[in-house]
């Protein structure tokens, strides 16, 4: 590549470097423009929320004043109501206090009666329970006392069982013991004898091979 082209690749690539930052610082502009705008559109926006906020608190307040003013006006005016309602009500509850105290008392004596009544009454159902209870508790020592009787005859029976069952075990391990040692003793015999009759053949048999060898000489 020669020097003047260089040169000129160079030049173009400078051109066109400065077009790019020309651009782009344009870009910037805009951008901040388009932020500026926005913020104070955004700052007026919030400026007339504000003004309204305002505007309704305050009215808010002054009807709230209103209201309040009312509301004492007629809670004096229930206040004053309730007073002569609750001077009404202590006459008419005084009236029936009196009038039942006076039932009250009758009850009372009426209650009196029918308790002393059933005092009586339940004295007799006491005397009568007591009997009961006597009679019942005669009857459990009895029932008691047969069971014990029971029981004990019961063990005594249980305890005789026992003492068969083990001497009928002795006796039958006794009479095991006592047949295993015979079979052994006569398993014995039985092979001294097969022995013995075996000693017999072979003696007899050597007998009379010498014999026969004898005759034959």
């Known amino acids: 590549m020669t020097k003047r082209k260089r040169k000129m690749l160079k030049k173009k690539k400078k051109e ?4 790019k930052q020309d651009a782009e610082k344009k870009k910037k502009e805009a951008d901040k423009k388009k932020q500026d705008a926005e913020k104070k559109k955004k700052q007026e926006a919030d400026k007339k929320k504000k003004e309204a906020d305002k505007k309704k608190q305050e009215a808010d307040k002054k009807k ?3 209201a309040d003013k ?7 005016k229930k206040k ?3 007073k002569k309602k609750k001077e009404a009500d202590k006459k008419k509850l005084d009236a029936e206090k009196k009038k039942k105290q006076e039932a009250d008392k009758k009850k009372k004596e009426a209650e009196k009666k029918k308790k002393d009544d059933e005092k009586k009454k339940k004295d007799a159902e006491k005397k009568k329970k007591e009997a009961d209870k006597k009679k019942q508790d005669a009857e459990k020592k009895k029932k008691e006392a047969d069971k014990k009787k029971q029981d004990a005859e019961k063990k005594k029976k249980q305890e005789a069982d026992k003492k068969k069952k083990e001497a009928d075990k ?6 095991k013991k006592k047949k295993q040692e015979a079979d052994k003793k006569k398993k014995e015999a039985d092979k001294k004898k097969k022995e013995a009759d075996k000693k017999k053949q072979d003696a007899d048999k050597k007998k009379k091979q010498e014999a026969d060898k004898k005759k034959k000489q």
């Open 16 to 19: 066109a470097d400065k077009k």
């Open 64 to 66: 709230k004043q209103e």
């Open 70 to 76: 009312k509301k004492k006006e007629a809670d004096k």
């Open 80 to 82: 004053e109501a309730d």
């Open 170 to 175: 002795k006796k039958q391990d006794a009479d």
